[in-house]
């Protein structure tokens, strides 16, 4: 009886993944054929990503994270890169091909599994939410603003400056008002 | 043969506890490792259980554990491949065995655990603090396989009676549907008469005595000591970081030290404690009988 | 105090300024030339001749063919044997297409020929076409094109620099081709604007194309002959010589030139104009940077280009940014602006040295006719308004005795001309009169060089297996031992580069068709489906037979492997799945078998329980 749940329950996770796909890939391939040749257009966004924050919260950061490779000492995780901006590219796609294309590590939750309807960014370089307090996470910056969208949802213009930053206390370390008051939700 | 069963309640139930609390919240490779080990050595000396039919179930079992955490977790530093686009790394295999690792060593030892604590030796604990509660949970523990029990005999009876006893699936539903009626009636019946007979012996009434075959001997003592002992050696170890594991993003190295390595053996030493004493009973057993 | 220090500065402005000018005006042409040279050597990541093979794959175009010309013009040493190996092949190859060099533009014909002559070879005989006939680019591409398109088909630049090429060796035209040379001249004469200039398109003087039409009406300067002929902007019947017209666009280049000495073309004021005005000045025997109608505000010609000299050597195009031409940088040294300063330079450089002009590749003059005409040059330019009958008609004899192709070289002329009109002498019969004495020899003497043992060591050191890379190395050899004069072992040689040859050209045959195939059946690259992966699959095997070089000759190849590894995840995961399908088919076969079998023996059971008690009734 045991045997059969069991059988039953491995049935369901074969057809789970068979249902998600099961495209398999080396690293090599993958980064192979997700890298995207940047043509000099005339579109183009500056995208960075920096964890100036963690530096400044350093006790409360994760001991297995504690290491150079993960923070930087200077904080700058990606400097300030050019990247083409094509039609209908959201902050997300510039952020994924940035990160692909720079071979970052990043980690996402899509915009059909959480409540806000836009796509979550977990992780960068290993640092993930709640990884320094509970109040960190990812948060982005455009022209020096945070967005009140999801970044998968707002469409930058040509010549944007895209900041990922990183939070120890809910956006207060690096000038954002707006996401206490979202605290509750 | 069955030395472990001999002692004390009081004394297996502090073991088995603390083993498992070890097992459950510390994630050390190492110390999961023995955690299974130990568990192993215990189900195959006790003789406990059909080793092949379980090897069937617990093989398979760890295999989708330890298959299913690098399908979701896509953390850690080096990934083997690509799935639709998400990384199966490394660090996520290996922490999807040491779960497995760990799941099935809980499993096992529950099942030690279900196996030496009959239903005599937790009324034996717990009678005497909590009356009511040890009788809630007796019945409970008695009951699953009494009504299984009750249910083959209901069912076999209508069927006796010639209900029910085409192949059709309505006929079958109906006949199930018709013994699970009568056994909610006689289950709680079943419940109120033994409370009734409960009650009317005066159990649970203040002063009144109740025999037990147990008693805390020497033996159990020093096994206690031990246990505790080498309890708060992990724990202790524990707490001052010697066992420190990462897994994500980068798995730590194994940093073997004397406290670390003190630590280990601790847990090991306390994992095979059961299968110990029941090499040390056989041996005395055949040095008996060699005397014979 | 303060004066002493606005006195300083001045004095340092004013000396910078005359260190400027000075360098501009008398500044070494070969100097300049030398930088053109070492930036361009550079650009093409040579580290001696310019001319190396990365130069020589563009050989046959634009950016390929002027820098020989400049160079050869200027007497660089450099790889002209490989340029016309290659340059040769090349049109071999591309007379084998349906348009040959090209269906519209003539200059194609017109620009290789000027080139095939810088580098030594003869463009009335290079190569050969499908039929084995030795290839004529002068016939084909000047008095014969009617036959196929018309000369004027891309505007007056084909007629012009039809004209350039057939006089580079005044060739001449047989009776029976479809163009004569006056019908050519006729025609860029009838395109002459009001203005006194021409022009590709519009009613006003292109300096461009002025300076061009000038450059080939340049010989005929000399030349009494009326043409007649309809203006085509005006419609206007006109008879003129060549020299009034030429007159009237060196007047109309004159008003074109601006304060700062350079010039304006299609709104931006750019390098190239100022060379082609220094061409054709020079084709006229003018001093571009002596003569007082192109001096404006004290700036010559010269200050005009220099004005575009860059730091790195070469020259930049303009500092203005033009949309409609974005490979040209306003602050990076431009290929067709160095290229054109180059042989700008080679006109003036031969002009100072008496040598022939840029577009006259006959063979130079020989010191004796030099010298007669540098005196008789010397006499008519110190002829006085008043001179005598008798010293016209001696100076009209001296200039008759120059054979009729060389008179163009006596720049002035033309005022000897006017005098001697006012006198009412007969040029004509002075002419008839007078033997022909000074002859020159034009016949370009044949050339044969030799293989030398440098050239047996690189075909010796040929590599089994041959790539793309060695094309231009093997074609030149070849090239050359064709031409080289016997030697013992010469069969031997010719035997392996000629196979070389056919193995290059099978993997140069390689390379394009996998490239047509690419952009045949994979481009853009989009949508591909598991049905392409056999043909992709095809070209990478194609392409890994091939050599890393000729890999890189692939377009896309980087797409290619993209997409083949695309399509085998593709396909991997669709094997996958189908084996995890089965899988779970086969542990939910086994299941439900299981389940079955657990219940029949329950069932069995059953029986067998009644089968008891059966037997107790």
């Known amino acids: ?185 | 043969m069955k030395a472990f069963d001999e002692i004390d309640p009081v004394a297996a139930a502090v073991y088995f506890v603390s083993v498992m609390l070890v097992g459950m919240f510390i994630s050390a490779p190492m110390i999961q490792l023995f955690s299974l080990l130990g568990a192993a050595a215990f189900c195959l000396i006790g003789g406990r259980g059909e080793i092949k039919s379980d090897l069937g179930f617990y093989i398979p079992m760890f295999i989708m554990i330890a298959l299913i955490n690098p399908l979701f977790s896509h953390n850690g530093v080096t990934p083997l491949f690509f799935l639709n686009g998400n990384p199966v790394t490394l660090e996520a295999v290996i922490y999807g065995i040491v779960l497995a690792v760990m799941m099935t060593g809980i499993l096992l030892w529950c099942r030690n655990f279900t196996k030496v604590m009959t239903s005599d030796k937790l009324l034996y604990i717990m009678g005497r603090a909590v009356p009511a509660l040890s009788l809630t949970v007796s019945m409970a523990l008695r009951f699953v396989p009494m009504f299984k029990r009750q249910m083959k005999k209901v069912s076999a009876a209508q069927k006796g009676m010639g209900l029910y006893s085409s192949k059709s699936y309505t006929d079958r539903i109906r006949g199930a549907l018709r013994v699970f009626a009568a056994m909610v009636s006689w289950s709680l019946e079943n419940a109120m008469e033994t409370s009734c007979a409960m009650k009317a012996r005066g159990y649970g009434l203040k002063g009144r005595t109740n025999f037990a075959i147990f008693r805390f001997t020497l033996r159990d003592c020093i096994f206690t000591v031990t246990t505790l002992l080498l309890l708060a050696a992990v724990i202790g170890g524990y707490a001052l970081g010697y066992i420190d594991f990462y897994y994500y993003p980068r798995i730590s190295a194994a940093d073997i030290n004397a406290g670390s390595a003190a630590v280990y053996v601790s847990f090991a030493v306390m994992a095979f404690l059961p299968f110990m004493i029941e090499v040390k009973e056989a041996l005395k057993w055949k040095y008996f009988v060699s005397k014979i | 105090m303060f004066k002493k220090l606005i006195a300083a500065a001045l004095a340092a402005l004013f000396a910078a300024q005359v260190a400027i000018s000075a360098y501009a005006y008398d500044g070494d042409i070969m100097t300049i030339a030398d930088g053109i040279v070492a930036w361009k050597t550079a650009d093409n990541g040579s580290e001696d001749m310019l001319i190396n093979d990365s130069f020589l794959e563009q050989a046959g175009s634009t950016a390929g063919d002027w820098y020989p010309i400049g160079l050869s013009r200027l007497g660089y040493e450099d790889n002209y044997g490989g340029y016309l190996a290659v340059v040769t092949d090349c049109v071999e190859e591309r007379y084998a297409q349906p348009g040959k060099l090209s269906a519209a533009k003539a200059t194609e014909w017109h620009r290789i020929s000027l080139s095939v002559l810088a580098a030594g070879g003869d463009p009335t005989c290079l190569g050969e076409d499908e039929n084995g006939e030795p290839i004529d680019l002068i016939r084909d591409g000047v008095y014969d094109r009617g036959k196929t398109a018309p000369l004027g088909r891309q505007g007056i630049n084909g007629w012009i620099w039809g004209l350039i090429a057939l006089d580079s060796l005044r060739y001449e035209v047989p009776e029976d081709a479809f163009y004569q040379r006056d019908d050519i001249i006729t025609e860029i004469l009838s395109r002459q604007l009001a203005d006194g200039g021409f022009a590709l398109t519009g009613d006003t003087a292109d300096p461009d194309m002025t300076a061009m039409a000038v450059q080939a009406l340049a010989p005929y300067y000399n030349s009494e002959k009326v043409y007649g002929y309809s203006l085509s902007q005006s419609g206007e019947e006109k008879r003129c010589t060549v020299r009034e017209c030429v007159d009237k666009a060196v007047e109309c280049l004159s008003q074109l030139q601006l304060g700062t000495g350079d010039l304006m073309s299609w709104g931006t004021e750019n390098s190239e104009s100022v060379c082609q005005v220094i061409v054709a000045l020079c084709c006229l025997g003018i001093d571009p940077f002596s003569d007082e109608r192109f001096i404006k505000n004290g700036n010559t010609l010269m200050d005009g280009l220099m004005k575009y000299h860059m730091e790195d050597g070469g020259f930049v195009h303009s500092f203005v940014y033009d949309p409609q031409n974005p490979q040209a940088q306003p602050d990076v040294s431009n290929t067709m602006s160095g290229e054109q300063a180059l042989y700008a330079l080679a006109a003036v450089y031969r002009q100072k040295n008496s040598m022939r002009t840029l577009y006259d590749f006959r063979p130079e003059q020989s010191e004796e006719l030099k010298s007669h005409i540098k005196t008789l040059s010397e006499n008519i330019e110190d002829l006085s308004e008043n001179a005598g009958e008798k010293e016209i008609i001696s100076l009209l004899e001296d200039y008759f005795s120059i054979e009729p192709d060389e008179r163009s070289y006596v720049y002035n002329y033309a005022k000897l001309y006017d005098l001697a009109k006012d006198k009412g002498i007969d040029t004509d019969g002075a002419e008839k009169s007078t033997e022909i004495i000074f002859a020159q020899d034009n016949t370009p003497s044949a050339q044969s060089e030799e293989f030398t043992e440098e050239d047996k060591a690189k075909a010796d050191s040929l590599p089994q297996q041959l790539t793309g890379e060695y094309y231009v190395s093997v074609t030149s050899l070849l090239d050359k031992l064709e031409n080289s004069p016997d030697f013992e072992g010469k069969e031997k040689y010719l035997e392996k580069l000629k196979k070389a040859r056919e193995e290059i050209s099978r993997i140069r045959a390689e390379v394009e068709s996998i490239n047509n195939e690419i952009t045949d059946k994979l481009y853009p690259f989009e949508d591909m489906g598991l049905s392409d992966r056999k043909t992709v699959e095809n070209i990478v095997k194609r392409c890994e037979k091939l050599s890393d070089y000729d890999r890189g000759q692939i377009k896309r190849y980087e797409d290619v492997i993209k997409t083949q590894t695309k399509l085998d995840n593709r396909l991997r995961g669709i094997i996958i799945g189908c084996c995890l399908g089965a899988a779970a088919a086969a542990l939910a076969v086994a299941t439900i078998f299981r389940i079955r079998k657990r219940r029949a023996r329950a069932e069995n059971e059953m029986e067998q329980l009644a089968a008891m008690y059966k037997d107790e009734e």
């Open chain 1, 1 to 185: 009886m045991k045997k059969d749940i069991l059988a039953i329950f491995a049935i369901v996770l074969i057809i789970a993944v068979i249902i998600n796909g099961t495209e398999i890939q080396s690293v090599e391939e993958y980064y192979l054929t997700h890298i995207d040749d940047i043509t000099p257009e005339s579109e183009t966004v500056t995208i960075s990503i920096r964890c100036d924050a963690v530096l400044d919260n350093y006790d409360d950061l994760d001991e297995n994270l504690r290491s150079e490779e993960f923070v930087p000492p200077d904080g700058e995780i990606l400097p300030p890169t050019e990247y083409v901006l094509r039609d209908g590219d959201s902050v997300f796609d510039i952020l994924d091909r940035a990160v692909r294309h720079d071979r970052i590590q990043m980690e996402y939750q899509g915009a059909d599994k959480n409540k806000f309807g836009s796509v979550y960014i977990q992780g960068i370089n290993y640092l993930y939410e709640f990884s320094c307090g509970p109040l960190s996470g990812w948060l982005y910056k455009v022209n020096g603003q945070f967005p009140n969208y999801g970044c998968s949802e707002y469409e930058p213009k040509d010549g944007d400056v895209i900041e990922w930053v990183y939070t120890c206390d809910l956006g207060k370390d690096a000038g954002c008002g707006w996401l206490q008051g979202r605290q509750g939700e």
